[in-house]
Every structure is written in C-alpha cells, then in structure tokens.
C-alpha cells in the first residue's frame, strides 16, 4: 500500500523554526518529484515548495530564503526545514506525491485530488 506519513509541525512563535517530514511507504522517492502544500481552511492548498528525483529544488516566492527542502534517500524521507516563521506562514502542511493535485478539501467535503498526499500537519506561528 502507497502511504505517505507526516510528522513534525505544531506551534511556534514568530521567527522560530519548525521541520516537517514526510516518509513513504510502498514506493521511494527515488523515481518521484515531491511537493509540500499548505491550506488555510476556506483556499484551495498554495503549492510551498518541490524536490525532483534529481535533488532541484523550488520554493515559492512567499517561502524562498526561509525554508529549505531535502531528502534523505536512506530514511525514504523528504523533509521541509522553516525558519524565521511568520504568522502568515500558520496553515496545513500536506507532502504530496507527485506534485500538481489538488489537497483535500475538508470545508468542501472533498478528497484530495490526483496522486498520494500525507495526513496533513497543523503548523502555527503566533505574533
């Protein structure tokens, strides 16, 4: 079975750090682009950040200079390290795999759409 497994997030006050890790189950990371998203109840997901199999990179504007993406290939774990949170920054996180769906909507009743996403992970930073 595809799964892919969160962990990391919670609160943290405004210029703190958090990571995030997703670990898969069922296939590697190997042969797959990765994608971390997050949600402010109400939106559709805001696409944050991307790793290729090849190892490149891509942070959303909103995000570059203060999160850093990566993998570890040993572990099957992509991880997104945040510093210098904002309050802005407060949402769900989801890894998705491979990036370019929709995450759930649960406002919407509605499941996540197109390839294999985490359980989603509260993050919130306070002013």
């Known amino acids: 079975e595809v799964q892919l497994v969160q962990s990391g997030g919670g609160s943290v006050q405004a210029g703190g750090s958090l990571t995030l890790s997703c670990t898969a189950s069922?296939?590697?990371?190997?042969?797959?682009?990765v994608g971390w998203y997050r949600q402010v109840p109400g939106n559709e997901c805001e696409l944050v950040s991307t790793i290729t199999r090849a190892g490149t990179p891509y942070y959303a504007d909103s995000v570059k200079g203060r999160f850093t993406i990566s993998q570890d290939r040993a572990k099957n774990t992509v991880s997104l390290q945040m510093n210098s949170l904002k309050p802005e920054d407060t949402a769900v996180y989801y890894c998705?795999?491979?990036?370019?769906?929709?995450?759930?909507?649960?406002?919407?009743?509605?499941?996540?759409?197109?390839?294999?996403w985490g359980q989603g992970t509260q993050v919130t930073v306070s002013s």
């Open positions: 998705a795999v491979p990036p370019g769906g929709m995450c759930p909507r649960l406002d919407l009743n509605r499941p996540a759409i197109f390839g294999h």
């Open positions: 069922g296939f590697t990371f190997d042969n797959n682009d």
